[in-house]
C-alpha cells in the first residue's frame, strides 16, 4: 500500500497467504475473497500449487482494490505464513513497512526492520477455542469437529485491515448454522480472539487498509475456467468431450454439471485423441463441438486437428496452457504453446488461433471461438492459461441481450439439386458443408486430397486448387474479423515504446502502461485476441506509429516475437521467461522504462 | 440399432445405395464381397441414405464410405469408433456404420474398441479382416498367423514384408476379446458367404447397442496364407443350439482356433448404452421450455456467480 | 521372468531398495500398502537394482519409481508398455518392471495391453488401480463404477467431478480382458494384504512372460465408493483347487463380478516371447565373427547393391 | 536431347514409361535401368504412383547420362505410352523432337508435327510370340505364361536409342533360363521383333542416342530408402521400432531382413506413439535405436519425441515427407513437415532436425543423425521426402573404412561414486548418461521438470537454470559442427542469386546453378543439412556475398523461408510450391534469371 491510499479512502490492498498444501490456506483465501466482495472491492487473485495432492505449498495471493483491478500486486503488503517452508519460498516481494503475520506455533521467523512482524500462535487459540465448547458437544461430533483456525486466521487478518468484524460475523453465522448454536459461538469468540490478539500488538495507532465501496452493478466471482466454459454454453456448444488434465479439468467439470440443462452432452473419453474424434463427428453431424485440454494433450491431438482442416470441419480446441515441455511444471503458467497451436500439423491446412486475454475476456474470445469455427469450417485452437484459468476476479457479468452467434454456410435448394458439392471452390474458399440428415446432401468427408464433390483425387492441379481454396478462407477472415479482434489500450498517437502481447499478460501490460504513461512516457499497447491467421495489416499500422516495438511473453525461445517476424519482418524487442510464474506489471514497466530512455533507429514506416 | 431411421416412403433395393464412385479395390478382393453384403444389408434394413453415416479410417477397406451413396466421414488411421460415437451421441436420430480393416481397427484403433463396448452406442463396427495390411502392400496385422521360420528364413520381398523370416508376435483373437468387453452384438462372417453376411449385418444394424461384425475378407495381392480357400476349409456355422447371451459359452466358442464358426457370437440385449443415458440426462435436466429459452437460461447460470 | 539377474554377491532386505525421495502420497493412500509390498517382493527375489528397471507412467501411482533405488523411467501418460517392451527387447538381461495407474494402464493406455500379452516380453506389468484418476482429482476411471444416478442427482464438486449425475459408461474388467487377450500370467492383489501381494509379485517376477497384475489401492481422498472397506468385504481367495492353466475357468473367475477373487487367475507357460524369438533370430543371422566384424558386414551388404 | 549430344559420344537420354499400373510398366522401367547401367552410364529415376494399390497410372521417368546426373531431366525424349490415360496425363513436357513411342492395340494419339510418333501393337506382337511357341509347352504352363509384352517394349526401346541387342539378350537368358530353352527363345525373339518393328519405322537415318561408358568403379543402385537404413546400420543402429507408412515402409521393410545379422532388433508396433516409445526405452537402455514415419505418423509422436528432449534421450526419428495434409497426397513428394519438425512440441525441449538433400547423402546424413543424437542426448528428426526416398540411383559407393561414430557421455568412476547427478548442470549442457547395469548410476529419467539428479523441482530458479542448461547443447553443437553441415556449391566469391535450400532440391539447383553460371550469371548455393538448432553464422556469411537469396523449397507457405527469417532476419525471395511433384531444374533455372535481371536493394552486409 503507498502512503496515500493508507489515508484516503481508496483501497490497494495486497495480502499474501501461505501454507502446507491442505491446511486450509485457500479455504481462507476464499473466505477473504468473499469478505473483499462483500466491501464493494474488485478482486484479483493468483494461487500456485504443487504438483501433488497433498504436501508441498500452496501460495494465494489477494488483492483488494476499489476499481478496476489488473493484476495480483507487485508487492505484497500482508503476508500470512502458516509454515517456516511457506515463509521462506514465498516470504521476498514485500512492500516496504509490510505487515507479517505468522504461525508462532509453527516457527519464528528471521527479524527484518522492513517489516512489522506479528505473531498468532493460531493452533494453540484455535484448541482452547475448542476446549471452551467440548463438555456441550458428545464424542462423535466433538471428534469430527476441527479447531477454528482460519476463523482465528480470519479474525486477525480483519484486525490488521482494521475492516469491522461484523460481515465476518454474519458469514460464520451461515456458513455453521446448522451445525448448532454452540459450533456458531466457537466459531465467532475464535474470529474475535484472533481480532483481539491483533489488535494487542498493533496498539492504538493502526491504518485502516480497507474501505467499503457502494457496488451500484453485481458482480460476478469467477475463474476463467469458469468464464471459458459458460462462454461455451453462450456460443451453443451442444457437445463437449474431453480427457482430464491440470489446468483444463475444470472445464469439463463444469461442463458436465451445466450442460445437460442446455440440451448437450459431455463424454469422458479415453484419451486426447478420441475426445477430438468425438468431437469431429458431433460437429460434422451438426452440433458445436468443443474440447479442453493442455499442452500434452494438445500435442496428441495434432493428426485430428489436422484432419479438421482439411477435411474442412469446424471445431474449438481450448488449450490451457500450463509450465515446461513434456510433463514439465503442470501446475505452473506459460505461453510456450503458441507455436504448437499455429505449426502443430504435418504439410498445412488452415486453422485459427485465438488468445483469451483476461478473465472478463475469455467469455467473449470464447464466443469468437465458435462463431469462427462455424463460418470458416476450419480447427479454432482458444488458448488461455494457467494463471487466467484458475485465478478467481470479479467481473462485471456479461451482457448476453446482443449475443450474435454465426451459423455455418449450407448448402441452399439449387446447390442440393443440381450435383451438390460440398467442397465448392467459392470466392471466399467457404462451401455448403450438408448436415447428414438433408436430403440429396449425401457425400463423404475426407482427408485425402479431393474434388470439389469430395472424391479423391491426386492430380498437381487439383491438389493447388483445392489447398488455394483451403486458405482463402483466412485471407476471407482477416479481411471481415481482424480489426475487432485486436485491442488497442495506451495513446492512439505516436508512442516512444508501443507494446505487442497476447494472452493473459494484458492485465499487467495495461497497469504497467498507466504507471509509465503517469510518468510522461508515451505507450501504446496492441493486444492480440486472433493470433492465426496474423493480423499483419493492424500489427503494421500499430508499429508505425511506435519508436520501438516491445514483446513481452511467457515462452523460452519468444515464440511470439518470432511468428511478428515471420509475418511483419519488424525487428523487436524481446521480454521473455519461462518459468511458471506470470509477469509482475514492474517487471514490464522497468523495461518499458529503458526503451524509453534509449536511443532508437527511427519508426517503422516500411 | 433403436429406432433406425428408414426411408419412410420408398422401398429401397441394393443397387440404391450404391454411389457413382467405382470400388478401387483390385480384382479378386475380398471386400466386394463385403460391399454387396452391405448393400444388400441396407436394403432389407431400407435405410434412409439421407440419414445415415458411415464412418471409416484409412486403409482399402476404409475406401468403402464413398462408393456407398449415404454420407460418409473418412477420417484418418484408427479413429473410427471415437469418430461414430460422437456422430451417434450428437444425433441419436442418424443410423451410424463404422467400417475399417483389422489394422486400422485392431492395431492403431484398438484402444477404442474396450471403451466402445463399454459406452455402448447404437454402432455397427464392421471390419474387413483380410489379416494384413493391404494398403501399405503387405506388412503383419494383428490376425495375421505368421510363425517363426526357425528353420528355412523366406525371403520373398513380396512376402510379409517387415517379417520376413516369421513374426515374433502372437496374433490376436477379436471376437474372444469383444466378448470379454462384454461388447453387446459379436459376430463373425465371411465375404464368401454374402448371404449370410448380409443376414448378420442386418441383425447387428436392428441391434440395440454397440455391435461388431468380424468379417474374414482375403487380400488376394498381398496374403496368399489367408486366402479364400483358406477360409472355406476353416470356417463352419455356429450350430443352431448356441446360446449367445451366455457370456462364457460364447467365450468358448469365440475362442476356438482350429476352425472358426460363423454367425452370432455373443448377444447383451440388457446392456445400458450411452446414447439413451445421455438422452436421459438432458431431459432429466432440460428446463421446461426447452432450448428456446437459451437466453433466460443462460442468464440463469451467470447470476449464480454474483 | 526368465534368468534374472539377481545380486550375485550380497542379500538384500526390502529397505536395501528404497531410495532417498519420501513418497509424496497423501496419508492412507493405498500406494503405500503396494510399494511396500514391492519392496518385499524384489528382497525376495534379491534382484540386483543395478539391474532393474522401473517404467511407469503420470500420476500418483506412477512416482513410485523415484522412490526406489533401482533405475526407473518416468515417462509420459500410457506408455508405459511400449517403453518397457523397448527396454526389454533391446536388454533381456535386465529385470523390467511396470507401473502405473488404472486411467495410465487401462485408459489412455490401454491400447497397449492386447499386443503387450501379444508379445508376451518378460515384464511384470503392476496396475496401481484406485477405480479413480488421482493425480487429477477424482474422475472416473474404466474402472470406477458410478451408476447413473436417476433418481437423486449428487452434485457434490468433490466426488466424481466429471460425471456429477453418474457415469453414462458401464466399467471394464481389467483381468477379464488380459485372459481373453492370452495375456501368460494374469492375477489381483489388494494393498492391504501386503504378504499376499508380495507371493503375488514374487510369483509374477518370476513368471518368463508379460504378467500383469491388477492390485486394488483404494484412493482415500479422491474415491469414497470403492474404499478400503470396500474391498475388505468384496474380495476372497482364489481356492486352492482352481487351475490357473485352463483358460475357461479362468476366464469364468476373472469374471466375477459380486465378489473379488485375489491371487493367480490365469497362466500360459507354453507362450513364446518376442525377446526370446529375436535373441533366436539375431543369433540365427549373426555371423561367426559377431559385431567386431561390423565394417566387412557393412561392406557385404553394401556390395549387394553394386 | 540436345543436338550435339546426339551426335558427340556423350549420353544423356530421357525416357519416360506410362501405363495402367500393374501393367509392368515398372518392370520395363526396372529393365531399362539395369541395361544403363551395364553400358556404364549414371542413372537418376523418378516415379509416381496412385494412392490405390491397383488401377491408377504409374509413371516411371528415367534418364541415362555419362557422368554426374542430378535430376530426372527436365524435358523428355522418349515417351513410351502403354495407355491412353497415362498418355494424357503425363503427355506433356517432351523436348523438341521428341520420339512418342505408343501401344497402338490401345490407343491413337492426336498427330503433332514437334513429336516423331511410332506405333506398336505391343500386345498383339507379343500374342504372336507366345502363339509360336504353345504347341512346344503343355497347358498348365502355357496359361500361366504371360506373352512378352515388357520384351517387345524393350526390343522396341534399345532400337530407338540405337543401342546393341546384345546385353539385353544376355539379361533374357538369365532371368528366364530357367523357365526353359523355349521360352527364352519367345522373349529373345520378341525382342528382335520390337526392335524390327522400330527400325521399319525410323527408316536408315537412326541417331545413337547411347553410347557406352567405361566404368573404372562399381557403382550402387539404390533407392534413398536403402541407402538410408544402410547409413543407420553404419552407425550402429540396433534397435528399430515403426508402423508402415508410404512411403516410408521400405526402411522397416529393409532392417527387418538385414539388421539381425547386425545383431539388431526390429519390431511393428502396433502404432506410431508405441514405435517411439520402444525406440525410447531401447535407448534408455543403452541402444542405438531409430523410428521412420512420414507425415500422419510424425503427427502422433510429437508427445513422445518431447519427452526424449526433456528426458534427453537420445532417438532418431525419421520422416520421409509425403504430399499434403492429413492423409492429403500419400504418394507424392513435398517438404512440407519442416514446421512440424522444428515447433511440433508443447512448450520447448532441444531437438535436432536434419535433412538428407540425395540419395547418396542419405547415407552420410543418416550417420550424422545418430552421432549427433547421442552426443547431445536429445531427439534427431531427420527429413527425407517421397521422390528421394523411393528413386533409384547409381551411386558412388560410400567408403566406409574412415567412419567415424560418437558414443553418449557416460558417467565416470568418481561421478558415479560421488552422490551421481544424472542431469548435471555442466558447461555444455551434456550430462553424464549412466546405462542400466551400471553399479552406482541409478536414476529415474523423467520428463517432469527436475534438478541435477532428477528428482521432480518447480521453482521459478530450478525451472530457467534446468532448461538453460538443456538449450545449451544447442549451442554447442553449432559451435562444433554447424561448418560441416552446410554444403557450398556455385561460386565461392560475390554472386548475383544466392540459393539456400534444403533435403532432395540440391541436385536440381545444382544443375539450374551450372546452366546460369555457363551462362554468366553468377550463382551461389548454400545447402543445409542441419536445419534445427539453425546454422545462423553460415547463413549469414553466405547472405553477405549475395546480392539476392533465393529460397526454393516444396511448401505452401514457404516454411523455410520463414524459418531463415526467424534466425536471421534476412528477407528473401522465396520460389514454392506444393503440388506433389518435385521442381524442375529449370524452374529454378527460370527464376535466378530474373532474379539476376532485377535490380536490388543492395547486398545484405548487416
Ligand atoms: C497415422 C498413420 N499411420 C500409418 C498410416 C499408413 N497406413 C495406411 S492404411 C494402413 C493399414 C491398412 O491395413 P488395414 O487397416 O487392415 O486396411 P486394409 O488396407 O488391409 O483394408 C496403414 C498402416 C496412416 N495412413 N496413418
Ligand atoms: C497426455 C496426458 N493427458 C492427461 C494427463 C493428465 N493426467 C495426469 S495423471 C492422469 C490420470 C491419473 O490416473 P491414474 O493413471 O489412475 O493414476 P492415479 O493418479 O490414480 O494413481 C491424467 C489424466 C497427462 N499428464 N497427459
Ligand atoms: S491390396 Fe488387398 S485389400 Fe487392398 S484392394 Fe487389393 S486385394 Fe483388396
Ligand atoms: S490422491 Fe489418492 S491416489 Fe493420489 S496420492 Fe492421494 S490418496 Fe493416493
Ligand atoms: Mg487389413
Ligand atoms: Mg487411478
Request: glycine letters at 8%; aromatic letters at 8%; charged letters at 20%.
Amino acid at each position: 500500500m503507498t502512503q496515500e491510499t493508507a489515508l484516503s479512502t481508496a483501497t490497494d490492498v495486497v495480502i499474501r497467504l501461505v501454507g502446507e498444501s491442505g491446511e486450509g490456506t485457500v479455504t481462507l483465501g476464499d473466505v477473504m475473497v468473499e469478505m473483499f466482495t462483500q466491501m464493494g472491492l474488485d478482486i484479483y487473485t493468483f494461487q500456485t500449487f504443487p504438483a501433488e495432492i497433498k504436501g508441498g505449498t500452496v501460495m494465494y495471493q489477494l488483492r483488494g482494490k476499489s476499481g478496476v483491478t489488473l493484476s495480483p500486486g507487485d508487492s505484497v503488503d500482508i503476508l500470512v505464513a502458516l509454515n517456516d517452508e511457506g515463509f521462506s519460498l514465498f516470504g521476498s516481494g514485500l512492500s516496504e513497512n509490510a505487515i507479517l503475520l505468522y504461525n508462532s506455533d509453527a516457527f519464528t521467523p528471521p527479524p527484518d526492520s522492513n517489516r512489522t512482524d506479528i505473531a498468532l500462535p493460531i493452533t494453540t487459540l484455535a484448541r482452547e477455542q475448542k476446549e471452551a465448547i467440548r463438555h456441550e458437544l458428545e464424542g462423535e461430533i466433538l471428534k469430527r469437529l476441527p479447531a477454528p483456525v482460519n476463523t482465528v486466521g480470519l479474525g486477525a487478518l480483519m484486525a490488521l485491515l482494521g475492516a469491522p468484524l461484523e460481515p465476518a460475523e454474519v458469514y460464520l453465522q451461515r456458513v455453521f448454522g446448522r451445525k448448532g448454536e454452540p459450533v456458531v459461538r466457537m466459531n465467532v469468540s475464535a474470529l474475535q480472539t484472533g481480532a483481539r490478539y491483533v489488535m494487542e500488538q498493533l496498539g492504538p495507532n493502526r491504518a485502516v487498509l480497507v474501505h467499503p465501496v457502494e457496488q451500484r452493478q453485481r458482480r460476478l466471482m469467477v475463474t476463467g475456467n469458469q468464464m471459458l466454459s459458460m462462454g461455451a454454453i453462450a456460443a451453443g456448444l451442444k457437445f463437449y468431450a474431453g480427457y482430464p488434465i491440470t489446468p483444463a479439468s475444470e472445464i469439463m467439470e463444469f461442463l458436465a454439471r451445466e450442460l445437460p440443462a442446455f440440451g448437450g452432452t459431455v463424454i469422458q473419453a479415453e484419451d486426447e485423441i478420441a475426445a477430438l474424434g468425438m468431437c469431429l463427428g458431433a460437429s460434422y453431424a451438426g452440433q458445436r463441438a468443443m474440447t479442453a485440454t493442455s499442452g500434452p494433450g494438445l500435442s496428441l491431438m495434432v493428426e485430428l486437428a489436422n484432419l479438421a482442416g482439411q477435411a474442412e470441419i469446424p471445431v474449438v480446441i481450448t488449450d490451457v496452457q500450463r509450465g515446461g515441455a513434456s510433463t514439465g511444471l503442470p501446475t505452473k503458467t506459460s505461453q510456450g504453446d503458441l507455436n504448437l497451436a499455429i505449426y502443430g500439423m504435418h504439410n498445412e491446412s488452415p486453422r485459427v488461433v485465438l488468445a483469451c486475454s483476461s478473465v472478463e475476456d475469455t467469455f467473449w474470445t470464447t464466443i469468437e471461438a465458435f462463431n469462427l469455427a462455424e463460418e470458416f469450417q476450419c480447427p479454432v485452437i482458444l488458448l488461455s492459461d494457467q494463471s487466467m484459468a484458475t485465478r478467481r476476479s470479479t467481473v462485471p457479468p456479461p451482457d448476453v441481450s446482443h449475443l450474435q452467434l454465426v451459423d455455418r454456410r449450407t448448402p441452399t435448394d439449387e446447390e442440393l439439386a443440381n450435383g451438390y458439392k460440398r467442397y465448392l471452390d467459392t470466392e471466399d474458399g467457404i462451401s455448403p458443408m450438408a448436415i447428414p440428415g438433408t436430403p440429396g446432401g449425401a457425400y463423404t468427408s475426407t482427408g485425402i486430397e479431393h474434388d470439389e464433390v469430395g472424391d479423391p483425387g491426386y492430380t498437381p492441379e487439383l491438389a493447388t486448387r483445392m489447398k488455394a481454396k483451403r486458405f482463402r478462407k483466412m485471407a476471407a477472415l482477416l479481411e471481415r474479423h481482424a480489426n475487432r479482434l485486436v485491442r488497442h489500450w495506451g495513446t492512439p498517437d505516436e508512442a516512444d515504446v508501443g507494446i505487442i502481447a497476447y494472452g493473459s499478460l494484458e492485465g499487467v501490460i495495461r497497469e504497467a502502461t498507466e504507471r509509465a504513461e503517469s510518468e510522461g512516457i508515451r505507450v501504446a499497447h496492441l493486444h492480440l485476441r486472433l493470433l492465426q491467421p496474423f493480423p499483419r495489416q493492424q500489427v503494421l499500422e500499430f508499429a508505425a506509429r511506435c519508436r520501438t516495438v516491445l514483446v513481452p511473453e511467457l515462452t523460452w525461445s519468444g515464440q511470439l516475437a518470432n511468428w511478428i517476424k515471420v509475418n511483419t519482418n519488424l525487428s523487436v524487442a524481446s521480454l521473455r521467461k519461462d518459468d511458471g510464474l506470470p509477469f509482475l506489471s514492474s517487471d514490464i514497466y522497468r523495461r518499458i522504462c529503458e526503451l524509453a530512455d534509449t536511443p532508437h533507429e527511427g519508426r517503422y514506416h516500411q | 440399432m433403436s429406432n433406425l431411421a428408414v426411408a419412410a416412403d420408398r422401398k429401397l433395393a441394393p443397387r440404391d445405395y450404391k454411389s457413382d464412385l467405382a470400388p478401387i479395390w483390385c480384382p479378386g478382393c475380398g471386400d466386394f464381397g463385403v460391399l454387396s453384403a452391405l448393400f444388400k444389408a441396407l436394403s432389407v434394413c431400407n435405410l434412409d441414405p439421407d440419414k445415415t453415416v458411415i464412418v471409416s479410417g484409412i486403409g482399402c477397406s476404409s475406401r468403402l464410405p464413398g462408393f456407398v451413396a449415404t454420407y460418409g466421414f473418412h477420417g484418418v488411421h484408427g479413429r473410427v469408433l471415437p469418430v461414430a460415437t460422437g456422430i451417434k451421441c450428437a444425433r441419436p436420430d442418424l443410423n451410424v456404420i463404422g467400417v475399417g480393416g483389422d489394422g486400422d481397427g485392431y492395431s492403431i484403433g484398438g484402444g477404442h474398441l474396450s471403451h466402445a463396448a463399454r459406452r455402448n452406442p447404437d454402432v455397427t463396427y464392421l471390419i474387413m479382416n483380410n489379416n494384413t495390411y493391404g494398403l501399405t502392400k503387405g506388412q503383419v496385422s494383428p490376425t495375421s498367423m505368421v510363425p517363426l521360420a526357425s528353420v528355412q528364413p523366406r525371403i520373398d520381398p513380396k512376402r510379409w514384408k517387415t517379417t520376413p523370416y516369421g513374426s515374433t508376435e502372437d496374433s490376436i483373437n477379436p471376437v474372444a476379446l469383444a466378448v470379454a468387453m462384454d461388447c453387446s452384438f459379436v459376430a463373425r462372417g465371411f465375404s464368401y458367404r454374402p448371404n449370410q453376411l448380409a443376414d448378420i449385418l442386418v441383425e447387428a444394424i436392428q441391434h440395440r447397442g454397440f455391435a461388431l461384425v468380424d468379417v474374414f475378407s482375403p487380400c488376394p495381392t498381398f496374403n496368399q496364407d489367408q486366402t479364400e480357400e483358406f477360409y472355406r476349409h476353416r470356417t463352419y456355422d455356429i450350430p443352431a443350439d448356441h446360446d449367445p447371451t451366455d457370456k462364457l459359452a460364447a467365450f468358448a466358442l469365440a475362442s476356438q482356433q482350429d476352425a472358426y464358426p460363423l454367425g452370432v457370437l455373443y448377444r447383451n440385449p440388457s446392456k445400458p448404452s450411452i446414447v439413451d443415458e445421455q438422452e436421459f440426462l438432458r431431459r432429466r435436466w432440460q428446463h421446461p421450455e426447452g432450448e428456446d429459452d437459451h437466453l433466460s437460461l443462460l442468464d440463469e447460470l451467470l447470476r449464480r456467480f454474483a
